[in-house]
Each structure stands twice: as C-alpha cells, then as structure tokens.
C-alpha cells in the first residue's frame, strides 16, 4: 500500500508540475514541494495536524499559473524531521523562518497560507516577521479562544477523551465524524492504512497534540500584530474548532481583514469545498499589489476592510 500512495503522489506532482525538495537547516531536514514558477510572487502553503503538504494540493491548483509555490512537510510530519522535544507554535515559526530564509531570495516578501495547525503557525510567524509578510491567509485556524466550544473540545474537557488521538480503525472513523460536514466514503483498507501510519508517527504525535493543547490561545495575543492584508477562511459546520472564534479574530484584526464562511462545510473546509476556498483565495490575493508595487501603492491598494462574504 506504501508503494501505491508513493506513486500517486508522485504523479501528482508530475500533473502539477512540482518538484520534491529537500534542504536541512539547522540540523533539520525538510521536504517540501516546489513549483519554481519563476515569479516575484511567492505562496508558502501550511498544512494541518496530522496531515501531509500534499493535503491541500486541490485548494491551491488555481494558484500554479501565476506564483511561486511552496509547501513544506512541517517538522513533526511527512517526510521532515520527527525527533524533537516540542512542537510550540512559537518554535514552529522560528523553524520555518529558518527555512524560508534559506530556500527563498533575500528580502522577498510572501503570501502565507495556513490551515488549522498550519493557520496558527502562519498567525504566529505573520505577527512576529512583518517584513516577510505580503499576505497571511488563515484557514480554520488553531490557537484561537473559543466563546463557544467545539463539540470534539466539549468531550475533552467533560470527560478527558482526546477524538484527536488515532489508535484503531473505529478512532478514525469517529474522528472523520468531527471533522467532515457530509461523510466521506473511505475504503476499509485505506483506513487501516492510515492507522498504521499514525502508528509509525505514534511519539511525534502525541508531543504535538501536547503542544497545541497548550497553545490553545497562543494567537489571542498575536492577531492583533498581523498588519498584511489578511483573509480568514472558516467551514459553518466545524466541530473541532468552532466558528466562534471568528468574534476573537474580528476584533482583533480590524483595518485590513477579510472573511470567508464557508456554507456546508466542516473542519476540513480545504477539502469538502476546495473550490470554493480556492476562488477566494484566488481573489483575495488578485486584490493585493504585486511584489512590484510601491510600499505607497499597498498602504492603498489593500484589501477590503473587514469584507465578510459566505458561500
């Protein structure tokens, strides 16, 4: 089953024209994509908790034609490094950063997509390296108060079962539940599949469910330092990080934020509606300035103040 997942994955990079890297920094070894596109304007895409760079492959297709495109495994996950103490979100960013400054051209500027996980350290990094921000695009992201908590957080705290934690089949199974508005068909095989390979990732896992548990609010204090366009994209239905977070992130973020809800859609919003995420994301980023412009023309060419549009 390995081979096979290898190879299709290998073909979709062919089919989208990306290459496999590998860079180690710092004693850490990434693997990323990269498309090469030779272009000033550059996305550098997150992925969520366990999950792999190839996962949001469907929502940035559209973005292939006209930018450079990056998308690392984040260290913890897929083919980066695995062995580190902690995963905080705060070391996260600074790990990235060390990335991006080696794989990038001096003092270029990026768009920033990030999903659950992903968007937290996306929040992160835009709040604490300004000057590296173009954009910042957050996708249901982790690290924010909830005022009214997710079903999949209720449990945990009522009776200190963690949904998020896959050890069989049926924990799967149940945790697609949380994470889907319409239930996905997924083959039994493929289930088993997955499992094993949670299994594999078992300690690497469990220290960043750790960590994200105790950075539960770690963009409370940083939303506000984000001052890039940014554009907030949030599933109606989502059961692991409810949309209330959005009243935090509102009044956090005022001058130059833009929001998406997305109608039937869960936590995985990037997958059950990925082209809906993707055309905002396309327009979101066709309404900033280019890499070219002048810091005057972006101070007046940003985007929409506080434009919230549901699908």
Same mark, same amino acid.
């Given at each position: 089953?390995?081979?096979?997942?290898?190879?299709?994955? +290998?073909?979709?990079?062919?089919?989208?024209?990306?290459?496999?890297?590998?860079?180690?920094?710092?004693?850490?070894?990434?693997?990323?994509?990269?498309?090469?596109?030779?272009?000033?304007?550059?996305?550098?895409?997150? *992925?969520?908790?366990?999950?792999?760079?190839?996962?949001?492959?469907?929502?940035?297709?559209? &973005?292939?034609?006209?930018?450079?495109?990056?998308?690392?495994? &984040?260290?913890?996950?897929?083919?980066?490094?695995?062995?580190?103490?902690?995963?905080?979100?705060?070391?996260?960013?600074?790990?990235?950063?060390?990335?991006?400054?080696?794989?990038?051209?001096?003092?270029?500027?990026?768009?920033?997509?990030?999903?659950?996980?992903?968007?937290?350290?996306?929040?992160?990094? +835009?709040?604490?390296?300004?000057?590296?921000?173009?954009?910042?695009?957050?996708?249901?992201?982790?690290?924010?108060?909830?005022?009214?908590?997710?079903?999949?957080?209720?449990?945990?705290?009522?009776?200190?079962? /963690?949904?998020?934690?896959?050890?069989?089949?049926?924990?799967?199974?149940?945790?697609?539940?949380?994470?889907?508005?319409?239930?996905?068909?997924?083959?039994?095989?493929?289930? *088993?599949?997955?499992?094993?390979?949670?299994?594999?990732?078992?300690?690497?896992?469990?220290?960043?469910?750790?960590?994200?548990?105790?950075?539960?609010?770690?963009?409370?204090?940083?939303?506000?330092?984000? *001052?890039?366009?940014?554009?907030? @994209?949030?599933?109606?239905?989502?059961?692991?990080?409810?949309?209330?977070?959005?009243?935090? @992130?509102?009044?956090?973020?005022?001058? %130059?934020?833009?929001?998406?809800?997305?109608?039937?859609?869960?936590?995985?919003? %990037?997958?059950?509606? *990925?082209?809906?995420? +993707?055309?905002?994301?396309?327009?979101? &980023?066709?309404?900033?300035?280019?890499?070219?412009?002048?810091?005057?023309?972006?101070?007046?060419?940003?985007?929409? /103040?506080?434009?919230?549009?549901?699908?």
């Amino acid at each position: 089953m390995r081979v096979v997942v290898d190879s299709l994955l +290998a073909l979709a990079r062919w089919y989208y024209s990306l290459s496999l890297e590998e860079v180690t920094v710092g004693g850490l070894t990434w693997s990323y994509l990269d498309s090469h596109r030779p272009t000033d304007e550059i996305v550098v895409v997150l *992925h969520g908790f366990s999950s792999v760079k190839e996962s949001m492959l469907r929502c940035i297709r559209p &973005l292939f034609n006209d930018y450079r495109v990056i998308m690392p495994d &984040l260290p913890g996950h897929g083919n980066t490094s695995s062995d580190l103490e902690s995963y905080r979100a705060d070391e996260q960013a600074d790990r990235l950063f060390a990335f991006l400054d080696r794989v990038l051209p001096p003092s270029r500027k990026i768009h920033l997509v990030g999903c659950s996980m992903g968007g937290m350290i996306s929040g992160v990094f +835009a709040a604490r390296h300004s000057d590296m921000i173009a954009s910042v695009t957050l996708i249901c992201p982790a690290g924010i108060t909830m005022p009214t908590k997710s079903p999949i957080f209720k449990v945990y705290e009522e009776t200190g079962e /963690n949904h998020m934690r896959v050890e069989k089949p049926e924990d799967f199974t149940r945790l697609q539940e949380y994470m889907a508005f319409r239930q996905r068909y997924i083959p039994r095989f493929i289930v *088993h599949f997955i499992v094993r390979e949670v299994e594999k990732r078992r300690d690497a896992l469990e220290k960043l469910m750790r960590d994200i548990l105790l950075d539960a609010s770690v963009l409370d204090d940083c939303l506000d330092k984000i *001052h890039r366009p940014c554009l907030v @994209v949030w599933g109606n239905h989502d059961k692991i990080l409810d949309i209330s977070c959005l009243e935090v @992130v509102k009044a956090k973020i005022k001058p %130059h934020l833009r929001v998406k809800v997305v109608d039937d859609a869960g936590h995985i919003v %990037h997958q059950e509606r *990925h082209w809906e995420v +993707a055309e905002c994301l396309v327009e979101f &980023l066709q309404s900033l300035p280019k890499s070219t412009e002048t810091p005057a023309a972006r101070s007046i060419q940003g985007a929409p /103040n506080d434009a919230t549009t549901r699908a």
